[in-house]
């Protein structure tokens, strides 16, 4: 079966602090993996994908595909990185459907 | 560009009426997927039209269906409105692999 498990729903660290939001998938295949983020009353948005390997405000995150995860990661936490993030994955056809995870809040305390 | 548009942004509906929802793509955009977003199932697929044809569709009732105009604008459909039909749909269009989205059309169901 086609899964995202994202299994914190809250992540409180302080500013400055190393953040990481772990996301392991289930998928038989070779799936894109992605991270979207929703600030407050804002509309979701692609924070990155794994082909393009592109750091975005600082944010990182590897595919191993031996641990079917893709975490996402950023070595200096700042407050305007408070939001909802959600790991999604595609399979590498020509459809567009996303499997989204169950999401997890990061709040960064100042 | 001007960004992914949904109309309307808020509707109230009664238990057994029907609904529909529109999404404008950006420009150049061919394919345009739904997603319904609930606080206890998250964010779910529930279909994807590329070129007016369906091309792939999520684990929904027949109730929920949708359609794309030559001009990529796409609608969905709700038939016989049930109270777990509230929620927040979400449109995207995508280029690339990439979906962006919409702000999205809250939903309450009474």
């Known amino acids: 079966a086609q899964r995202v498990t994202q299994p914190e729903k809250l992540l409180s660290v302080f500013k400055g602090a190393p953040v990481e939001l772990k996301c392991n998938y289930s998928y038989s295949g070779s799936p894109e993996l992605f991270w979207y983020v929703q600030y407050s009353r804002q509309r979701l948005q692609l924070l990155l994908r794994h082909i393009s390997r592109e750091s975005i405000k600082g944010f990182t995150a590897d595919l191993n595909k031996g641990e079917t995860s893709f975490h996402l990661k950023k070595p200096f936490a700042q407050e305007e990185d408070s939001a909802m993030y959600y790991c999604a994955l595609s399979s590498m056809d020509s459809s567009y459907k996303l499997i989204f995870g169950s999401g997890t809040r990061l709040l960064v305390r100042p | 560009k001007a960004g992914v548009t949904q109309t309307p942004r808020y509707l109230i509906k009664t238990r057994g009426q029907q609904v529909t929802l529109s999404c404008s793509p950006i420009s150049g955009h061919r394919s345009v997927s739904w997603y319904q977003q609930t606080p206890g199932q998250g964010l779910q697929f529930l279909f994807e039209y590329f070129s007016e044809t369906q091309r792939n569709k999520g684990n929904f009732p027949g109730r929920f269906s949708g359609r794309q105009f030559s001009n990529s604008r796409s609608e969905m459909n709700v038939s016989t409105l049930e109270l777990g039909d509230s929620a927040l749909y979400l449109c995207?269009?995508?280029?690339?692999?990439?979906?962006?989205f919409g702000p999205g059309t809250r939903l309450t169901v009474t």
């Open positions: 995207a269009s995508s280029l690339e692999g990439e979906q962006y």
